[in-house]
């Protein structure tokens, strides 16, 4: 597997409160994703960085934001957590041509 | 609305039987198309890129095709094993290297 890992791999938080999810990779490649995988939904980019400090919006960008202080990682913070952000979030890790290289094997969030 | 439609939603064969899925696209400018696999309560793999100008790419026992005038792309795998038992997902890179749009998926069962 490529080394990327996100951490946790499951939460389980109450609504209201704030969540935060890290992505850590050891490829030293330039971007990095965000995504929420649904039912009935392909992948959706939350937000992505093209490197330290430089990020931007993906479609489903609400209530979340990012930060990347450090090539290796990236982390997601939902700011005030609600039902309708219960996902699966995969972090995927790439060089630019588009679309990612490698993805981690998600995180499982549910909001109660 | 840049869109990547995916057919069947569904198939199951039988072990040893080729199958082919199919991927039809709007987006526009193009800058590639990937195909991944994604087996269960994991992150998607990775199985081919093509760039607008490749009309073929193997990897193995699947290969990608893409018509990039009529926008169809359709991954063909042969010999089908157990383990090729998963959801595959195709996704059209934009020009921009940030954005991609992903498919719904195919969900593929081999059985025995």
């Known amino acids: 597997d490529a080394g990327i890992t996100q951490s946790p791999r499951h939460k389980v938080t109450e609504t209201g409160t704030p969540v935060t999810l890290r992505c850590h990779q050891t490829?030293?490649?330039?971007?990095m994703y965000w995504y929420r995988q649904d039912p009935g939904h392909g992948l959706r980019l939350i937000h992505y960085?093209?490197?330290?400090?430089?990020?931007d919006k993906g479609e489903v960008s609400d209530g979340y934001s990012v930060s990347r202080s450090k090539t290796e990682d990236f982390l997601l913070t939902l700011e005030s957590a609600t039902s309708s952000q219960t996902s699966v979030y995969f972090c995927?890790?790439?060089?630019?041509?588009?679309?990612?290289?490698?993805f981690g094997n998600g995180t499982r969030l549910t909001v109660t | 609305k840049n869109q990547v439609e995916q057919s069947p939603q569904s198939l199951i064969i039988l072990e040893g039987k080729n199958c082919t899925l199919q991927?039809?696209?709007?987006?526009?400018?193009?800058?590639?198309l990937r195909w991944y696999k994604q087996d269960t309560g994991r992150g998607p793999v990775s199985l081919t890129i093509?760039?607008?100008?490749?009309n073929t790419k193997s990897n193995g026992r699947y290969t990608a095709t893409l018509d990039a005038d009529t926008k169809q792309s359709s991954l063909h795998i042969t010999a089908s094993q157990l383990s090729d038992s998963a959801s595959y997902i195709c996704?059209?890179?934009?020009?921009?290297?940030?954005?991609?749009?992903f498919g719904d998926g195919t969900t593929l069962t081999v059985k025995p």
């Open positions: 995927a890790i790439g060089v630019g041509e588009g679309s990612p290289l490698h």
């Open positions: 490829e030293n490649h330039r971007y």
């Open positions: 960085s093209y490197g330290v400090k430089d990020t």
């Open positions: 991927c039809n696209y709007t987006v526009s400018p193009f800058s590639n």
């Open positions: 093509m760039t607008f100008s490749e």
């Open positions: 996704v059209v890179s934009h020009t921009n290297a940030g954005k991609s749009t």
